[in-house]
């Protein structure tokens, strides 16, 4: 298949690398990481170790070939840009999947393209940009994909063949809307607190502080998200949470890096959604609204 990665960063790196094993695939990501891949090829170091050869270019305006699929993997708040900037490569067939953290993510790409064209992944995979050309695989993790329809189309069988094919463990999910909540809220219970303390995700099982906040945040989180329509258990979400944290124990959550590296985070579509929904359901937002404020604020604070 002919893939394009649009926001080759640490993840996206990763599974472009991964699946250009046995496809056609570019990424498109910033000048510098771009750079280094086209001189040296791409590494991977850590759960993968391998340096692949592909190309790579810092805008669409190079491509001169229609994808079969494009993975979005950029920061939620960049959906919109990356929507508008691919919408031309996306023909009647093409599959464009949404490979992202934070909710909204979907609705933000329909402004742009057709529904039916959408997939969405989702997956517990670590991954550390650690300089240009080069990505640490941190965690081995699992991998969801899933039509918006719900629907176990040709499609997407050929895709979760190809992800594994690539050792991209990948499983079809009907209702993958689901799972982008169960997502949601495991990283509204983790990431936020990694950031603040600076710390890894193992770290939060090992404190025990940390740790009855982890349970106390997955809870709030999955009370809102059912007050939204959906139907979790909340005992249920925070075992999840903690396969989670033991399955990624040595990763840098997402939001820990961009913090560090001085870059906006995803606070606004991770916790930041599950206040709004509280607010508007009239049900206690207080710790997300306090972890939103704390990451928003950090610096002072420290």
């Not at 517990?124 to 039509?147: D, P, Q, Y």
């Not at 997502?183 to 710390?199: E, Q, R, Y």
Request: aromatic letters at 6%; one cysteine or more.
């Amino acid at each position: 298949m002919k893939i394009l990665v649009f926001g080759a960063g640490a993840i996206g790196s990763l599974f472009g690398g991964l699946l250009s094993k046995n496809n056609d695939v570019v990424l498109i990501g910033r000048k510098p990481h771009v750079d280094a891949i086209n001189k040296k090829g791409l590494k991977i170091k850590g759960k993968t170790n391998s340096r692949l050869r592909l190309p790579a270019f810092n805008s669409v305006k190079e491509i001169r070939f229609s994808p079969d699929i494009i993975i979005i993997s950029v920061k939620s708040y960049d959906t919109d840009a990356a929507a508008e900037q691919i919408k031309h490569l996306v023909a009647d067939k093409t599959g464009v999947m949404s490979l992202q953290n934070g909710l909204g993510n979907i609705e933000k790409i329909c402004k742009h393209i057709n529904k039916k064209n959408i997939i969405a992944c989702v997956t517990t995979h670590g991954a550390v940009f650690l300089k240009s050309g080069t990505i640490i695989h941190t965690g081995v993790g699992k991998t969801t994909i899933g039509e918006i329809n719900g629907i176990k189309s040709e499609r997407i069988v050929k895709i979760a063949q190809i992800f594994n094919q690539a050792g991209i463990k990948t499983s079809i999910n009907k209702n993958i809307q689901e799972e982008i909540w169960i997502k949601a809220i495991i990283n509204s219970s983790i990431n936020p607190l990694t950031t603040f303390f600076n710390c890894k995700n193992g770290y939060l099982d090992k404190n025990p502080v940390l740790k009855k906040l982890v349970e106390r945040i997955c809870k709030e989180s999955t009370l809102i998200a059912n007050s939204n329509g959906l139907n979790l258990d909340y005992e249920e979400m925070i075992d999840k949470t903690f396969d989670v944290i033991s399955d990624t124990s040595e990763n840098f959550s997402s939001m820990l890096q961009s913090y560090n590296q001085e870059k906006r985070t995803e606070i606004d579509s991770i916790n930041g959604v599950f206040v709004e929904i509280g607010k508007k359901n009239n049900v206690s937002n207080l710790l997300n609204k306090i972890l939103m404020d704390f990451i928003k604020e950090k610096k002072r604070f420290l």
